[in-house]
T-cell receptor, first 112, second 112 residues
Framework: DAGVIQSPRHEVTEMGQEVTLRCKPI?????LFWYRQTMMRGLELLIY????????DSGMPEDRFSAKMPNASFSTLKIQPSEPRDSAVYFC??????????FGPGTRLLVL | GNSVTQMEGPVTLSEEAFLTINCTYT??????LFWYVQYPGEGLQLLLK?????DKGSNKGFEATYRKETTSFHLEKGSVQVSDSAVYFC???????????FGPGTSLSVIP
């Protein structure tokens, strides 16, 4: 299996621009998680889906952030408008029961 | 609520030294416990897990025992290598489809 796939791997953008991060979970996994990692705040859970339905979005920092999962094989995390404090590594992870989460390689976002 | 506490890093050890990274948890039920490892520039990956009290998880020379009486899951390795340099995350999950609660991570550097 190819594992969890994230794109882009690196993104540099200017403040105010829209940013869209993409994730393809492992085939057959029915739970998907979006995390943000920074030196200051560590690893933060932003939102997670089960069977394409958002279950807990309490970690989404503010209305500028939104996430969708239109089908079992694709999810997006959008930031609009982006701000410098959004600079971080964003990880997507998935699992199918068994509780073990499988992480993607991450997207490194830099907002100038 | 559920939470995970880890010893603060960074931890610096010489090659072949003994490693212990302490982890304690708070949970309302009977969680499964995990150690994840993050190598530089990569996503987190499962190192080992234990699903019930007194279980011992082990992998790549690392071990951790689920201690319900002390609510702990300390990570140990008898002889660390330079290649073990990474960030280690203790985590728990109470249900198969619920989110995983991660600790803040402990950075380990092993020097030759």
């Amino acid at each position: 299996d190819a594992g969890v796939i994230q794109s882009p791997r690196h993104e540099v953008t200017e403040m105010g621009q829209e940013v869209t991060l993409r994730c393809k979970p492992i085939s057959g996994h029915n739970s998907l998680f979006w995390y943000r990692q920074t030196m200051m705040r560590g690893l933060e859970l932003l939102i997670y889906f089960n069977n394409n339905v958002p279950i807990d979005d309490s970690g989404m920092p503010e209305d500028r952030f939104s996430a969708k999962m239109p089908n079992a094989s694709f999810s997006t995390l959008k930031i609009q408008p982006s701000e410098p404090r959004d600079s971080a590594v964003y990880f997507c992870a998935s699992h199918q029961g068994g509780e073990t989460q499988y992480f993607g390689p991450g997207t490194r976002l830099l907002v100038l | 609520g559920n939470s995970v506490t880890q010893m603060e890093g960074p931890v610096t050890l010489s090659e072949e030294a003994f490693l212990t990274i302490n982890c304690t948890y708070t949970a309302t039920g009977y969680p499964s416990l995990f150690w994840y490892v993050q190598y530089p520039g990569e996503g987190l990956q499962l190192l080992l897990k234990a699903t019930k009290a007194d279980d011992k998880g082990s992998n790549k020379g690392f071990e951790a025992t689920y201690r319900k009486e002390t609510t702990s899951f300390h990570l140990e390795k008898g002889s660390v290598q330079v290649s073990d340099s990474a960030v280690y995350f203790c985590a728990l999950s109470e249900t198969s489809y619920d989110k995983v609660i991660f600790g803040p991570g402990t950075s380990l550097s092993v020097i030759p």
